[in-house]
């Protein structure tokens, strides 16, 4: 059973409307929209709470299965046109399946972090492709779980919720207002707490013991961790480089140094 | 000496706008357009031939050291308001410098490749922030020249340009028709081809020793190498992965494959 709109002046689509676009109305609205088959798909099988879903004919016809999946799913259903359709969607080629979502809880869950895994620490992250991606490789290469600064780019824009390809769902994430208070804790916990950064003085990443628990933590694209948070950290690691351009990509970096830390691990049997 | 152009209707404006946006139109002219100043004084640093400069009063007091090497180094130099130059940016906050660049030539140069090196090839790429990704990466890292079918997107977009942060410039690189003569060459001069595949039944990247010259392929975005290029490589590698993820990311992927290769081989000193 579905409710038809058919104005776009209908006060659910402009609420879904504005959360597409707006990161401070989702905060306050705590709800995000996610679009596309695969994406609201991995949200119902993660447990996200589906406040709302919208689909167009077209959708129910490719994607029968999952409208009805969404539709049993969602707390309200709503079929639409194409065009009202253009208007939720943040793609060239939209699919016409969008599910108005609950944001999960990750705030102060630093206890709720696998006490005995390799974390990640991510402060500052402005671009939302470098956020969604990393979360993506996170995920991937079993990371145990992700803090991130507020300082980052919202977890819920619609890059980051497609680059991720769903992790932002899975992963454990905690979100810290900064990261010198939750280096301290993790290093009461026994993690080992190491401050990535571009100084060739540093431990090479390729020569560091990793042992558990401990986490790595990367900062901003443009200046790199905060000096208050590389004096927080236990050790400094670094990535070799042999080339000569300066740096790498942001979430290239982040992705090399999960790739060392799951490396090193006893348990990732590479 | 500068020229002053008043109107978007100028000639040399309307040529480097379409440069801009047509990969077409830069094939035709064997010319591209590059933005910004750090690109522009790469492009001037690494002996591109820079045909026309184009640049802003802003721009003028804001860098004037590398206003005053570019138009040296320019062949025609043009003074334009801020207004057209938004017209040539792809950029939100253009800086105002711009260069019309004649293309490198990367053809038929498998032969200037680095024959005791480790090289990468890349088959249909088609995201450009991937591909510039991957190409920053691989100088980041020392490969020793890339190797990319027609079938990837053009090398001279802006997104390319701008994500590979100038390494288009300075990184040798391949540009052919198909990938397998190219593999079958390189076996010839004693080249290691290895296809990177996602498939728990081929090697895994971290027990593979890697022995030099070696190169290493991945395929496209979606589909993968190819099936013809597969059985022309010598070898099939893959990435292990731990976590819940069925794949990396394209560049992430292969900024790992490139991370293996340069960490096993001697050179390294990693």
Redesign the interface.
């Known amino acids: 059973m579905s409710e038809i709109i058919t104005s776009k002046e209908n006060p659910a689509v402009k609420h879904a409307a504005r959360l597409l676009k707006s990161a401070k109305f989702r905060r306050q609205e705590e709800a995000f929209l996610a679009e596309g088959v695969r994406l609201c798909r991995d949200a119902a099988y993660s447990g996200v709470r589906i406040l709302r879903m919208f689909y167009t004919e077209e959708a129910l016809e490719r994607y029968p299965k999952d409208v009805e999946l969404l539709r049993e799913k969602a707390e309200r259903a709503f079929l639409l046109s194409q065009q009202l359709a253009g208007g939720l969607s943040a793609t060239v080629t939209p699919q016409g399946i969008f599910c108005v979502c609950a944001m999960l809880d990750k705030t102060d869950c630093l206890d709720k972090m696998d006490a005995s895994g390799q974390l990640l620490g991510l402060e500052d992250i402005q671009d939302p ?1 470098n956020l969604g ?1 990393v979360l ?8 145990g779980g992700v803090i991130l600064t507020r300082g980052c780019c919202d977890i819920y824009s619609p890059k980051v919720l497609r ?1 991720s ?1 769903g ?1 932002v769902f ?1 992963l454990p994430m905690a979100l810290v207002e900064t990261m010198p208070p939750a280096v301290n804790a993790l290093e009461q916990k026994g993690f080992v707490t190491m401050a990535a950064v571009p100084d060739r003085e540093a431990e ?1 990443i ?1 020569q560091v013991l990793f042992s558990s628990p401990s986490i790595v933590l990367v900062g901003n694209e443009g200046n790199g961790l905060k000096p208050e948070t590389i004096r927080a950290c236990q050790r400094r690691v670094t990535i ?10 942001a ?2 970096a982040a ?2 140094l999960m ?1 060392e830390m ?2 090193a691990s006893g348990e ?3």
Do not use: F, K
């Not at 993506?136 to 990371?143: C, D, K, M, S, W």
């Open positions: 492709s991606t993506r490789t996170a995920e991937a290469l079993g990371i680059g390809m992790a899975r090479p390729t070799p480089m042999l080339g000569r351009a300066e740096s790498l990509n979430s290239v992705s090399l790739w799951m490396r990732a049997a590479l």
